[in-house]
């Protein structure tokens, strides 16, 4: 008797300090051959810095299509890495049905999905939103992508893919203490403010944004250099009046000493609504004095317009039916839908970009590391300047042997040492601030300076990302975004958005006319095994006991 009980005893305290070491130490092993749930070094070090409590909500709770009950699956398993990795983050996965309305009021507007169960389509409406707060400070995440998909299985994919980038992102710009700050250049005719909110309403929520107007550098340049120096990206928005010596100085040296340039360049007067209005308009070069500045780092904006084939469309009025004018909408040449770099962090799943009256650019041999970004499609013209442009030639027949200048470079992205414009040169004005050289700088420009500019309605701005008219849906805002990161990324951070995998997903067209044949393999044929079994079985034991 006592030796059963201390082999009990010695049993019982065994489980114990199993449960006590399986408490203290906690490993997954990922033998998934994309690493799908090991993080990154670059998550890590985000999460590390969490050093209060931070909850994340997930509104992916509930009846919803089967399919996404695989991003529900992915994206518990993702944040419980989180978790574990610091366990001051904690996780929620709560229902929106009882929420709805003050989940739109928050800006988490519901996804309308197109399901297919059983051959049959049906619509489903899902919230694929998370929220993170960390003490007064929140922000969503959407967990699905904006990019255009030619089916909802690689949505699938594309929402799974970017979990990583998306909530290491999020809670990177929550935990800083310190926001980066973004300045609007103004003084040279850029756009005004209502045409950019659609834009930077969006980096005001992550970066401490300003104006910054260049007007003093003619009275103070020293002092104005000294202040901008202090901003760490200059946004120049469609500027339309010439630069000054002492302004592109100013330009100059704000690189030279680290600043990051967003270029939205117009090297061609072409005016959108005169064209509307008159029917015609006359596109000309316009000189903003900036072309040797652009030349010492290696680009060069020319004068030319560039039609595409793959254009965005404009409506247009092509008769009357009683009193109620018939609008049509048309593929516009002169507004290139451009396709973004797929290998580049920026880039990647961005839905087209739509450009009007576009430039091409040019690249020229120095020691700068040049990526493009965003790119024509083949079927290309180029219209040089000045030239008229006529409305009416909508209606012309497209011939396509006119359409053969091949693939016409838009955007650029510039890393590397850049060399001052002015050194060995005459420099407008003394600074003490002065640099000949800029060390592991970056830059993106732009032939556009429209791309950031967002429609008015009901004197209201408009999504950049839609057009008022024709509810064409583009990847404008999410590149302008992604490029405001990339410039400011000093931890790695848009990488994550390369992050490539795999998911493995039923033929549903193949699963409904095979169901029968599956649903027999998996349940009726297990049982009827079972029930030979039995039979063979008894029937031997009658056999020998009888």
Do not use: C
Request: aromatic share 10%; net charge neutral; proline share 3%.
């Amino acid at each position: 008797m006592n030796k059963n009980i201390k082999n009990i005893a010695v049993v019982f305290i065994g489980l114990i300090v199993l449960n006590i070491i399986n408490q203290s130490f906690y490993t997954r092993f990922d033998l998934t051959a994309d690493k799908r749930y090991t993080l990154s070094e670059t998550t890590k070090n985000i999460v590390s810095k969490v050093e209060r409590n931070l909850l994340i909500s997930v509104y992916l709770e509930g009846d919803f299509p089967s399919e996404f009950k695989r991003l529900q699956v992915e994206t518990r398993q993702y944040l419980e890495e989180l978790a574990t990795e610091n366990s001051n983050i904690k996780i929620n996965f709560e229902s929106p049905d009882n929420q709805r309305e003050d989940l739109i009021k928050r800006g988490m507007l519901p996804s309308q999905l197109t399901v297919e169960e059983e051959g049959k389509l049906s619509e489903a409406i899902i919230f694929p939103w998370a929220e993170i707060s960390y003490g007064n400070k929140s922000t969503i995440v959407s967990l699905l992508p904006n990019a255009i998909v030619a089916s909802q299985d690689e949505q699938l994919q594309k929402a799974i893919e970017n979990l990583e980038y998306s909530f290491s992102n999020a809670i990177n710009s929550i935990t800083l203490e310190k926001q980066k700050s973004v300045a609007i250049l103004t003084g040279n005719g850029e756009l005004k403010d209502i045409y950019l909110y659609s834009f930077l309403s969006e980096v005001a929520k992550k970066y401490h944004l300003a104006k910054f107007t260049l007007d003093s550098v003619a009275t103070n340049p020293t002092q104005t250099l000294e202040d901008l120096t202090s901003i760490d990206l200059a946004i120049i928005a469609k500027p339309t009046q010439k630069f000054s010596a002492k302004e592109k100085f100013t330009l100059d040296q704000f690189i030279a000493n680290g600043g990051k340039t967003l270029w939205m360049l117009d090297n061609v007067q072409a005016d959108q609504d005169s064209l509307f209005n008159s029917g015609k308009m006359l596109a000309y070069p316009r000189d903003l004095n900036l072309t040797d500045l652009l030349f010492s780092y290696g680009i060069r904006i020319n004068t030319t317009l560039i039609k595409d084939l793959y254009s965005a469309q404009i409506p247009l009025a092509t008769g009357k039916v009683g009193n109620q004018t018939q609008f049509k909408n048309l593929e516009w040449f002169f507004h290139p839908l451009v396709g973004g770099n797929p290998n580049h962090a920026i880039t990647k799943n961005v839905s087209p970009v739509r450009l009007l009256f576009a430039n091409q650019i040019d690249t020229l041999k120095n020691n700068i590391k040049k990526t493009p970004l965003l790119v024509s499609s083949l079927l290309t013209q180029k219209i040089g300047t000045p030239n008229f442009i006529e409305l009416q030639s909508i209606a012309d027949e497209v011939i396509e042997n006119d359409y053969k200048s091949g693939n016409q470079l838009f955007a650029v992205l510039l890393e590397g040492n850049f060399n001052s414009a002015y050194k060995n040169r005459v420099k407008p004005f003394k600074t003490p601030l002065l640099k000949e050289k800029a060390t592991n700088n970056k830059m993106i420009v732009i032939s556009d300076g429209d791309i950031g500019k967002n429609q008015i309605l009901k004197e209201q701005p408009f999504d950049l990302n839609r057009d008022k008219w024709t509810n064409q849906q583009f990847g404008n805002k999410d590149f302008l975004l992604n490029s405001v990161d990339y410039l400011l990324d000093d931890v790695g951070l848009i990488q994550l958005r390369n992050k490539t995998l795999q998911i493995r997903t039923l033929d549903k067209q193949k699963a409904f006319k095979e169901r029968n044949f599956w649903q027999f393999l998996n349940v009726v044929l297990p049982l009827l095994i079972l029930f030979a079994f039995g039979f063979v079985f008894n029937y031997m034991r009658k056999r020998k006991y009888s």
